[in-house]
Every structure is written in C-alpha cells, then in structure tokens.
C-alpha cells in the first residue's frame, strides 16, 4: 500500500524527472526508499550503473530542501567526481532537472526561492557569485581535488584571500555527495575523517548546520571508511544501506547477458592490442535502436594514446575518438552531444570510443562491445556498466596487459592478481558479467576473499590536528602554504592547471616580456597535467647530478605572486599540485585532438577569456584597495550601516542569535581602520570631500595608481590592511574605557604585576562618554570580544589568525624609534575622530600592536595567537569559517549598492552622478 509520503514523492518526481513522459518516470524502488528518510544523515548507497543515482539522489535532496521546506536538510549540496572530464555534463544534467521545476537560479535575477548550480573548476565563475549568497540553495559540481582541496582550506586555482570564506561556506550547511568513490584514492579516506571531525564538532555543540556525506558507488564497501578517527560514527554510517531489492535484481537492467572473453596481450604491443579491438568492433552486434559502438578502457592516458595512434595506422578513422581527463574544457564541450552521451548513441553509428578511468563515473552511453584492461575488481565493475546499458545484449572482453611492476601501474600488482582471479571464476562459470551474475559472484565469496577484491590501504590519513592547523592561511615570507595534495590523490594523479597565452619572445637587450597582470584564466582554458610530468615537460627530467631547477631554454612559462601581484618566471619548486600555470603559446605541449602532449612543438590555440572580476583580483592580491572603487563617495559609517543591515538578513536562522548579534556588530565596525591616514592618502580626487577623513569607497579614478599609500608628506605604508587597524580600534576602545574588562587585563592583572609589569588598572582620564556602538563593544564577554575582533579583522580573507609582518613591512624606512609596521600600521598610530551614528562622534583612538607580541602583555592581555586560538577549539573550523563568511557576503553585497550617501550632505559628488 503506498503511503501518502510516497505518493507525494512519486508525483513531485514524475514532473522532476521528465517533462514529456511522466509515466515512464515514476521513481524506483530504491529512490522511494532514499526519499522517504526525512532526517538528513551520512549514509551509503550502493547502487549499479544505469540505475538513476543522480536523479534519485538530486531528487532526495531537492524534495526535502525545496519541495517540502524542511529546514533541517542543508542548503548547499556539493557534488564530487573523481574524474575531471564529465563535470560539466553532470551540471547540464542538474540544470534540466532544476528548469523542468522552474527552479534554476540566473545570475542576473533574485536567487530567493532558487537554486544556483556551480562548477568548482578554477578559472572564471561564470554562474555567478556563489560565495555572495550563503542563505540560498545551492548545487557545486565539482572534482575530488577541487572540492577537497576547499574542503582543506587550500582551494585549488582559487585566489588565496577566498579560501576561507569557500572552506566556511563548504563545510557548513551542506550535503556532500561522492560520487563513485572506489576512484577516489585517498580522496576517499579525507572525505571520511572530514566528517567524523564535522561530526566531533556537533556531539560538543560546535557547530549549528547540518553537514551529511553520502558515498556512492556499486562496489562501495563499508570497510573503506573505517579509521581510529571514526569508529565513533562509522555504525551510524553504514546502517541500512541504501541498495537494490532482491526483486530489483531478479529484473529489468539487472539480467541483461554481458558474455565474458578473456585474453593477455603485452602492454608494450599496441600493434596488436588495437587490431584485436579492431576485430572485435567489427564482430560486434549492431543495436538497431542505438547502433554499433565499442568502447575501449585503458588504464594509461599514455596507453589511450598510443593505442588511438595504432588504430589510426589500422584504417580506423570514420569515427574513432579520444578521451583521457587532459583535455581543456573547451574541447571537451562538444563531446556530450558528438560522442558522450545517450542522444550520441543512435541508429547508424559505428564507432570506436578510446578512453581512459574517466568512463567510469557518470558516463551515459551503452555499448554494444566493452574491451576493457584488466583493472581492480572495483574498477571492472564500474566499466562493465558501461555495456548494454540500454538493454540488448552485450560482449566483454578483459585483456590482461600485465600484472608486474612494470604494467600494473598505475595499480598495484596485488589489486590486478585479485581481479585476474574473480574474472577467471567467473569465465569458468556463468561466463557472463550482467549485474546480477556479478551479483550472485560476491555473495559466494569469504570474508578473505571480499578483502583481497576491495583492498583499501590508503597512504595519507588527516589528523584533526592537521585540519586545525589548516585553518591558518597565512603563507610563510616567500609565499609558499601546507600542501595539501596527498590528502586528495596520491601519486602522479596530482596534478598542475595550465593555460596558454601568446606572449611574445623577449627582443635583444630588453626583459623578457610577462603576461598581462589582469589576464588569469578562464575554465574552459585549463588543462589538468600531472605535476610531475608538468616539472619533466618545462624543466627536464631531474637527477641528483642534474636537478634541473628552472625552465629549459625552449620553455616560456610563469606562476601568479600573490606578493608583488604579478606573474613571475616558473621554476621546478613551483610546479606544485594545484598550481595555474601560465605557458607560452609557441612552448606547444597541447594538441587540440590529444590534448595535453609534452612531445608536441606545434604553437597552442589561446581560447579566449573574459577580464578578470574586480573581486577575484583584489582576492589575488596580498594589499590591494580595488573593491573601494565604486560608483559613488561614501562614509565609513554608512557602508557600515548598510553591510550592517545586510549581514541582519543573511545570519538570520543561520547562526545562533548572539553570534548573528556579533556578525552585526562586526558589521557596524568593520571599515573603522579607514580613516587611518594612509588610507585616506589613496584617494588622491576627493571632489568636494577634501576635508573628509571617513570616506570609505570612491570611484575608480579617484584612487592613487599604483597604490602605495603614500600621503602627501612622503610617509609609505606598502601593505597597509585597514581591516587590522578597524580590530585594533576595539582594543583601544577597551583601553580607553575599561582597561580591566575580561577581555583584556582583568584576568591577568596579578600574574601581569607579579612579573613587574606596570599596569594601568583605571580608564583613560579626560576620556569622552562612550557612544552606543562603544557600549556594545563593552557589553561583550571575553569569548565575544575575541570573536568580534576576529571577524573584524578577517574580513577581507587576508589578516586572520595570526600577526605578523609582511614583506612589504621589511621594506619600512623608519623616521622615529616606533619599530616597523605590521600590515602597514604602526605602534601609536592614532586614527581620526569620525561620526559613526547620528548625533554621536567616535573621539580618536590611538592603536598599539601589542596584541602581536607572544605571551601576555602588559597592554592588552593575551596575545593575539592565544586568542584565536582559544576560538578555534570553542567553535571549531567549520562555524567560525562559516561566520567568517557571512560577514565578507555581506560586506561584498553592501558594495556593490549604489545608494547616495545622505551624510555627504551636498549636491555635487565629484562628477560621479
């Protein structure tokens, strides 16, 4: 009897699912089950290809999300492949699926009561600013390595200063879905400890939104997500997986014939190996609904390769394509529509598909004939899904290319042993590799033999301490972070992000010419290289005689310095996972039919790119003012009125009352720093304002270029971050009003004077009365002071956990005995007295850098470093992230309003209107 749960489900995804034909779209068996446990929960789904995972688990997510409005599912669903080249056919998927229910956010409309659909692929977001809008729904497509790369605080390709603000907004309120896991290397076993850490944080109240994993795939197996780390959690995990009935597999998909063949032929023979599928294409059975297609799975991109080129020597030419994941997007675009995907197998085609594991996941085609290298069983599985899908039936053939050190890789000759086994049993039997004879195959297996089918050994495991430690972005003086790399793929399947440019050679006795600061790339452009074979290509292969540090002569190529905000000439310590990489056109190494080819001299096709968003390139910057550049003047307090009035809006039911007080608060204070003088000094056109001192935006050709904040007298702050002055103007209030208040001395003041410190214990004299928004400031305990500061001061991505002097700052000249400035601000530094709110000034405050020192200190207390990390246990990562990121939304909506600023209480605006 079906309930009135499952009928509202069933009628919902009828129109979810298909808009012509309802009826052929009722869900299956296992999508109603999935759809009906309303509580939102890691879980495991063990489901074959060809079943309608993404539609079943889409749907689940959409209908208690969207349909039904429970506020206890996330609002953000990140879907992750571990391969590179179906992303963008998996979000053209969604798209569909979200228009059919007129659901599909655009950029260019209100996002309330939408969902956006994004790519997490480096390069140019061209589905909007997603970050901006952390109470709306949203879907992520992404790969492994961009997604947990986000997931670690260190987004690949994205600009350094949005790392956190992604890191908060990825893992908070939001669903992770892996897809395909048994690809995911030690992808996988991050993914694992990730939660288990999300989940320590809820048992102990540290976080507030939900965050839920689902791993997929058909081999899924529950031992692969077991650590010391989540044993805890692991139970809860794997209960009642979701899988198919017994009647399910007795049935439809499940007992289509997929006849078993099995031979050796050397890896090293592509001759040989391209004439067998060569005949066996040509044996092969033509569907008449869906034609004749062979698909080919090598393990190598060099073995795709090689054995494309031999079935070219062979004639094989009509319709033969490549696919490897080292292609640019751009030319993958059309392979959907060409060759990859359901509409491409139709009546009349005969065709041969070369590809690599990229096949495994996502890939909606059905093949009449499967020729596959023998691979872990995992693995085996997922390619065999790729025959018959359709229905019909289909011909395997498992060729074994060798199993010793040599030919196994990039498995272990371990993993191809057991698959050699249980395909030998199964030839020796049913000699048939439908679902449910594979099916019917594991269940006879040992708890041994499982194991010795679907080992799981990975190299990385990620401590909890790592992650803390993660949270941190501040890069060392030569710019250099943690890498986080074996955390996502291990081996050589790391990998660089390239694009190529014409840039022109350099001319006798001039520099070599760079690219162009404001020319990143988009993601169409990008071509994913392994990172070592990325250092062989532009550096030479590298011995302990030669270890071949920089580029070879022949090689043009540079990386983004987030320091001096330019592109410098690459060298091999460069060429690191996750990395853009920006080469010279006429370098070659690209070829559009073969994609990335080390082996190639022919010149690049350069696709063309949109310029640079003003954000993005402010976010690539260490110090840089362009996000004040603005239509029209306005006054620190009114944009801190209006990213106030923001922040109100998008906290509310996000975050807990008191912290949604806080982000406010942060909100009203945050731009105070830019009325220090060498803020002022880079707005050089004050129009009628001359004599303003609290101008926090200006139009774009106001602002002093280059900006080096040098003011009129000569005094050059390079590096100055107002965001530090605005936290050290809370300290000063303190000071000023209560130097005993818990979050600066109370505490420490015996221990303070029993070290001989001289402490000042009562309130400046002469002080004016606070003004409300100093009352709340001094209404707030310690936990909250710390918490305030923190988020005024972390504002822009750029300042945040720790205090310390940057390059520019060594490059300080001195006129007094006050030392060097941290981030452009110096001890003593006063900042002007400015009107904050109607009727009441802010009298002046003179700043100190004392919260950098270590220890405790006299002045202020506890040192900076001890606060913030205090915070980091009480929150923990993902909430103070989070919080981190509602503030910056709000700040970045805040600026882009043009409203006219009624405190600049004059006509003219400098020629602005």
């Not at 998927?93 to 997490?120: N, Y």
């Not at 000042?760 to 001094?778: D, F, G, H």
Request: glycine residues 6%; contains cysteine; aromatic residues 8%.
């Amino acid at each position: 009897m079906v309930s009135n749960s499952q009928s509202r489900f069933s009628d919902w995804f009828k129109r979810f699912a298909s808009p012509t034909d309802s009826a052929a779209m009722a869900p299956r068996e296992w999508q109603m089950d999935l759809a009906q446990d309303e509580i939102p929960r890691s879980r495991l789904i063990r489901i074959p290809t060809g079943y309608g995972k993404t539609l079943g688990v889409l749907g689940a997510w959409l209908y208690h999300r969207i349909e039904r409005k429970d506020e206890a599912w996330p609002r953000r669903l990140v879907w992750t492949l571990p391969m590179r080249v179906l992303v963008e056919q998996t979000a053209d998927e969604v798209r569909k699926c979200l228009d059919r229910l007129d659901l599909l956010w655009q950029p260019s409309a209100d996002h309330r009561g939408k969902v956006g659909v994004h790519l997490l692929m480096g390069g140019a977001d061209q589905g909007g600013e997603w970050n901006l809008y952390p109470e709306e729904n949203a879907i992520f497509i992404s790969t492994q390595d961009m997604a947990l790369s986000r997931a670690l605080n260190r987004g690949y390709a994205a600009p350094r200063a949005r790392w956190p603000m992604e890191f908060g907004l990825l893992s908070h309120d939001v669903l992770w879905v892996l897809d395909e896991v048994q690809l995911m290397d030690v992808g996988l076993a991050t993914s694992a400890q990730l939660q288990a850490f999300f989940d320590d944080d809820a048992k102990a109240r540290r976080s507030y939104r939900p965050r839920v994993s689902w791993w997929m795939s058909a081999t899924l197996q529950p031992d692969w997500l077991k650590s010391v780390d989540t044993k805890e959690h692991h139970a809860e995990w794997t209960q009642s997986p979701t899988t198919l009935t017994p009647e399910a597999l007795g049935a439809g998909l499940a007992i289509i014939k997929k006849e078993l063949h099995v031979t050796t032929i050397a890896a090293n023979d592509h001759g040989t190996f391209a004439k067998a599928i060569k005949d066996l294409h040509e044996k092969g059975a033509v569907d008449g609904e869906h034609g004749r297609i062979t698909l080919v799975v090598c393990n190598t991109v060099d073995r795709a390769s090689r054995t494309y080129d031999a079935l070219e020597k062979l004639g094989v030419t009509k319709d033969l394509r490549l696919v490897h994941s080292r292609f640019r997007p751009h030319e993958r675009a059309q392979w959907k529509t060409n060759f990859l995907g359901r509409d491409a197998c139709r009546q009349g085609v005969d065709r041969i598909i070369v590809a690599t594991q990229v096949v495994e996941a996502g890939v909606d085609i059905s093949a009449t004939t499967l020729v596959t290298e023998l691979s872990p069983w995992s693995s085996l599985v997922q390619r065999f899904g790729r025959c018959a899908r359709y229905g019909g039936f289909g011909h395997v053939a498992v060729i074994d290319r060798g199993r010793d050190e040599k030919t196994a890789p990039p498995y272990s000759s371990e993993e191809l042993e057991a698959a050699r086994w249980a395909i030998d049993c199964l030839a020796a039997t049913a000699r048939d590799v439908g679902i449910s004879s594979i099916e019917a195959f594991e269940q006879g297996l040992t708890d041994e033999q499982r194991k010795q089918l679907y080992p799981y050994h990975p190299e990385q495991l990620l401590l909890r301490r790592e992650l803390d430690e993660l949270f941190d972005t501040t890069p060392d003086l030569t710019g250099a972070d943690i890498d986080v790399s074996p955390f996502i793929r291990s081996g050589d399947e790391r990998d660089v992000l390239v694009f190529w440019l014409d840039v022109p050679p350099a001319k006798k006795g001039e520099p070599a010419p760079l690219p162009p600061k404001d020319r990143k790339p988009s993601r169409e452009e990008l071509c994913s290289v392994p990172f070592l074979a990325a250092r062989d290509w532009l550096c030479g292969k590298a011995t302990k005689a030669k270890p071949a540090p920089r580029l070879l002569p022949s090689r043009r190529a540079w990386v983004w310095d987030w320091l001096d905000g330019t592109w410098k000439v690459v060298e091999r310590t460069a060429l690191i996972p996750g990395a853009v990489v920006c080469v010279a056109a006429d370098t070659g190494g690209y070829r559009d039919d073969r994609g990335f080819d080390p082996e190639s001299k022919t010149s690049v096709t350069v696709s063309s790119a949109p310029p640079q968003a003003a954000q993005d390139a402010a976010d690539d910057l260490e110090d840089t003012e362009e996000l004040s550049a603005t239509a029209r003047y306005k006054t620190i307090a009114t944009h801190n009125a209006e990213v106030a009035d923001h922040a109100i809006k998008i906290a509310a039911g996000l975050v807990p009352e008191r912290i949604g007080e806080l982000i406010v608060l942060a909100g009203r204070w945050h731009d105070i720093g830019k009325a220090h003088p060498a803020f002022q000094a880079v707005i050089e056109e004050r129009g009628p304002y001359l004599a303003r001192v609290d101008l926090a935006k200006a139009p774009k050709g106001a602002w002093q270029t280059p900006c080096l904040y040098r003011s009129k007298d000569g005094e050059t702050r390079r590096g100055f971050r107002h965001e530090l002055a605005s936290c050290l103007a809370l300290f000063a209030v303190l000071r000023r009003h209560d130097p005993m208040h818990p979050a600066l001395l109370g505490p420490w003041i015996e221990a303070l004077e029993l070290m001989g410190e001289r402490v000042e214990r009562e309130p400046i004299t002469n002080s004016p009365k606070a003004t409300a928004l100093e009352r709340q400031v001094l209404a707030c305990t310690a936990e909250e002071f710390d918490l305030l500061a923190y988020l005024v001061l972390s504002h822009h991505g750029k300042v945040r956990v720790t205090l310390n002097a940057g390059p520019k700052d060594q490059e300080y000249v001195a006129r007094d005995d006050r030392g060097l400035p941290i981030r452009g601000v110096r001890e003593g530094d006063v900042l002007p007295s400015i009107s904050l709110e109607e009727g009441a000034s802010l009298a002046e405050l003179s700043l100190t850098l004392a919260p950098a020192t270590l220890g405790l200190s006299p002045i202020t207390g506890r040192s900076w470093r001890d606060r913030t990390a205090t915070l980091l246990r009480t929150h923990g990562p993902s909430s103070l992230a989070f919080w981190e990121a509602v503030l910056i939304a709000a700040d970045r909506r805040a600026s882009k309003l043009t409203t006219i600023d009624s405190r600049l209480n004059t006509d003219a605006e400098g020629g602005t209107r």
